[in-house]
């Protein structure tokens, strides 16, 4: 179906469904259907997340064809996507030779339209030989890993490609090769590669690929196999200046459903993540789907992916809590926490902080923060866990100032203040959606709060922009806390990417757009390795407690 005009969205079997050879694995989204290198994107069945993998496809248009999708039961042809709001004629030239229109049965119906070749569209699709790595070169049909190292090589030492036709100096690649490749790839120079998210430290960056590893967890077949290269980095010591500490984090993991969390690079971020940065409370922020996060515990505790299972440190045992009601301004935005119980931290409740406010709609105006109140070691501490909406742009602003006056005037509800004054030891944590320094964060620092990250300090990341551009994150510690504040507060930024997680219409994604803030506390835990449950796991004295919110 559709011959050798092959997708770049090279995808390997799910390895839970290997014994059924359905395609069912997810590149922060449900990949079931979509043969690899064989088949284009079905409209009918994609996903959101698949749908943004198309050039020009953002999350809002790909809401609308979606819903649009649902309205008319269907698309019929390929062309019905030009009358969903935000495709067009223009953009739908664009993405029609990567697109296709099918039963879930798999039997197509291309339109013969969306089957031409005409060459004017082909610099839109496939793979730019000027920017791809080795494994996107290699996810093209034809191009092995020898050939596709050569080209890299090449383009190295001559410079861009001025065409495609230029590929056959490439040692390896011949007329006859060329031929089979050449409706998959194209040739743009002044698109700007995927950069470095690290920060701009020396060592690899996680958007550098190793390519088919024995110990990898993906089953063979498809392209060959791709897997990230993590820092290199020993886990942070358990103390300070020879006092215990503890690590708390906050992290917007942006719209994460349960197949985002399903996708093995946004798993592999979010568990490495905490592992190498050591953090043992983690405050999230838009979660999709309330079981997201149990996707990420389950792989922390009985691990899959060979990197986590590999982790040089003792294994630990993660539980996490998911707000029973949405905190934010959608009707499918949750919050959560997850932490690490076998080092000293329980839960004693959680809860949703409702605002009494109600819209003309019978909604909330205002995000509600999702509160929860935890043991570590003897002290128990009140984590606000927060996702603002973010402040406008300033044409946002033109077009909507009664929205946004209310909204500046009413950002922190009135539930939020009342627990600052009611809260000794206090962490309010999360998407604020704006600087430190901003007015709207009046209220916390009348409740003397402090900000342990300044302005100056960015916690956004593309794959674009890696150092960022706006300090949206951030984390409030009342005075008490302050006290025991280390005096190390960092924004995570290595390691954020995997080449699993869409990038656009490429690969070698962020897990986020946000990167996760990282206090560290001096905390008094006596883990008595006098007193171990069953399996030799340290516990603290403490009766046992399950709040009702724990999953």
């Given at each position: 179906?559709?011959?050798?005009?092959?997708?770049h969205?090279?995808?390997?079997?799910?390895?839970t469904?290997?014994?059924?050879?359905?395609?069912?694995?997810?590149?922060?989204?449900?990949?079931?259907h979509?043969?690899v290198?064989q088949?284009r994107?079905n409209?009918?069945?994609?996903?959101?997340e698949?749908l943004?993998?198309?050039?020009g496809?953002n999350?809002?248009?790909?809401q609308?064809?979606v819903?649009?999708?649902?309205?008319i039961?269907?698309?019929?042809k390929v062309e019905?996507?030009?009358l969903?709001s935000?495709?067009?004629?223009?953009?739908?030239?664009?993405?029609?030779?990567?697109?296709c229109?099918?039963?879930?049965?798999?039997?197509?119906?291309?339109?013969?339209?969306s089957?031409?070749?005409e060459?004017?569209?082909?610099?839109?699709?496939g793979?730019n030989?000027?920017?791809?790595?080795?494994?996107?070169?290699?996810?093209?049909r034809?191009?092995?890993?020898?050939?596709?190292?050569?080209?890299v090589?090449?383009?190295s030492v001559?410079?861009?490609?001025?065409?495609?036709?230029?590929?056959?100096?490439?040692?390896?690649?011949?007329?006859?090769?060329?031929?089979?490749?050449?409706?998959?790839?194209?040739v743009?120079?002044?698109?700007t590669p995927s950069t470095n998210?690290?920060?701009?430290?020396?060592?690899?960056?996680?958007?550098?690929?190793?390519?088919?590893?024995?110990?990898?967890?993906?089953?063979?077949g498809g392209?060959?196999?791709i897997?990230s290269?993590?820092p290199?980095?020993?886990?942070?010591?358990?103390?300070r200046?020879g006092?215990p500490?503890v690590?708390?984090?906050?992290?917007?993991?942006?719209?994460?459903s349960?197949?985002k969390?399903n996708n093995p690079?946004?798993k592999?971020?979010?568990c490495?993540?905490?592992?190498?940065?050591?953090?043992?409370?983690l405050?999230?922020?838009?979660?999709?789907d309330?079981?997201a996060?149990?996707k990420f515990?389950?792989?922390?505790n009985?691990?899959?992916?060979?990197?986590?299972?590999?982790w040089k440190s003792?294994r630990?045992q993660?539980k996490?809590?998911?707000?029973?009601k949405p905190?934010?301004?959608?009707?499918?935005e949750?919050?959560?926490f997850?932490w690490?119980s076998?080092?000293?931290?329980?839960?004693?409740?959680?809860?949703?902080?409702?605002n009494?406010?109600?819209n003309g709609v019978g909604?909330h105006?205002?995000p509600?923060?999702?509160?929860?109140?935890?043991y570590?070691?003897?002290?128990e501490i009140?984590?606000?866990?927060?996702?603002?909406?973010?402040?406008?742009?300033?044409e946002?602003?033109?077009?909507?100032?009664s929205?946004?006056?209310?909204?500046?005037?009413n950002?922190?509800s009135?539930?939020?203040?009342?627990?600052?004054?009611?809260?000794?030891?206090?962490?309010?944590?999360g998407h604020f959606?704006?600087?430190?320094?901003?007015p709207e964060?009046?209220c916390?620092?009348?409740e003397k709060?402090?900000?342990?990250?300044p302005?100056?300090?960015?916690?956004?990341?593309?794959?674009?922009?890696?150092?960022?551009?706006?300090c949206l994150?951030?984390v409030?510690?009342?005075r008490?806390?302050k006290?025991?504040y280390t005096?190390h507060?960092?924004?995570v930024?290595?390691?954020?990417?995997?080449p699993w997680?869409?990038d656009n219409?490429?690969?070698?994604?962020v897990?986020?757009?946000h990167?996760?803030i990282?206090?560290?506390f001096?905390?008094?835990i006596?883990?008595?390795?006098r007193?171990?449950?069953?399996?030799?796991?340290?516990?603290v004295?403490?009766?046992?407690?399950?709040p009702?919110?724990?999953?």
């Amino acid at each position: 179906m559709g011959g050798n005009l092959g997708c770049h969205r090279s995808i390997p079997k799910d390895p839970t469904d290997i014994c059924q050879g359905k395609r069912k694995f997810s590149a922060a989204c449900n990949f079931s259907h979509i043969l690899v290198n064989q088949e284009r994107l079905n409209i009918n069945t994609a996903t959101e997340e698949e749908l943004m993998t198309l050039p020009g496809v953002n999350r809002g248009v790909a809401q609308n064809i979606v819903e649009y999708r649902e309205c008319i039961g269907g698309f019929k042809k390929v062309e019905d996507l030009a009358l969903v709001s935000g495709i067009g004629a223009t953009k739908l030239e664009a993405i029609k030779l990567e697109i296709c229109v099918s039963s879930k049965s798999g039997s197509s119906n291309h339109s013969p339209s969306s089957l031409r070749k005409e060459h004017e569209h082909l610099p839109c699709t496939g793979v730019n030989i000027n920017t791809a790595t080795p494994p996107q070169l290699m996810s093209v049909r034809g191009i092995t890993q020898k050939i596709a190292k050569n080209i890299v090589e090449f383009r190295s030492v001559h410079g861009p490609f001025k065409s495609i036709e230029d590929l056959v100096k490439v040692p390896g690649v011949n007329s006859s090769l060329l031929d089979r490749i050449r409706f998959q790839v194209f040739v743009e120079r002044s698109r700007t590669p995927s950069t470095n998210t690290n920060g701009g430290f020396t060592h690899p960056s996680p958007t550098s690929f190793s390519v088919r590893s024995d110990e990898l967890d993906f089953p063979s077949g498809g392209p060959a196999l791709i897997t990230s290269l993590r820092p290199c980095v020993e886990p942070p010591a358990d103390t300070r200046d020879g006092k215990p500490v503890v690590r708390v984090g906050t992290w917007n993991l942006q719209r994460c459903s349960s197949d985002k969390a399903n996708n093995p690079g946004v798993k592999e971020v979010v568990c490495m993540t905490l592992l190498e940065n050591d953090i043992k409370l983690l405050a999230v922020q838009d979660l999709a789907d309330r079981d997201a996060l149990d996707k990420f515990c389950a792989e922390l505790n009985q691990p899959t992916l060979s990197s986590v299972r590999q982790w040089k440190s003792a294994r630990s045992q993660w539980k996490c809590a998911v707000s029973e009601k949405p905190t934010g301004l959608s009707s499918n935005e949750y919050s959560g926490f997850l932490w690490d119980s076998s080092s000293g931290i329980e839960m004693k409740d959680a809860t949703v902080l409702e605002n009494s406010a109600m819209n003309g709609v019978g909604k909330h105006p205002h995000p509600q923060p999702y509160l929860g109140r935890f043991y570590i070691g003897s002290s128990e501490i009140t984590l606000v866990n927060l996702h603002l909406t973010a402040i406008p742009s300033p044409e946002e602003q033109k077009e909507t100032n009664s929205w946004f006056d209310e909204l500046k005037a009413n950002r922190l509800s009135t539930g939020i203040q009342e627990t600052l004054k009611g809260e000794r030891e206090l962490l309010v944590l999360g998407h604020f959606g704006m600087a430190p320094d901003s007015p709207e964060m009046e209220c916390l620092r009348k409740e003397k709060l402090t900000a342990l990250l300044p302005p100056s300090v960015f916690t956004n990341i593309s794959t674009r922009t890696p150092q960022g551009s706006r300090c949206l994150d951030n984390v409030w510690a009342s005075r008490s806390l302050k006290k025991i504040y280390t005096g190390h507060c960092s924004v995570v930024r290595e390691g954020l990417t995997n080449p699993w997680i869409p990038d656009n219409w490429s690969w070698g994604g962020v897990a986020s757009e946000h990167c996760p803030i990282v206090a560290e506390f001096f905390v008094d835990i006596f883990l008595k390795e006098r007193l171990c449950n069953g399996n030799g796991m340290p516990v603290v004295e403490r009766g046992d407690i399950m709040p009702k919110h724990e999953r």
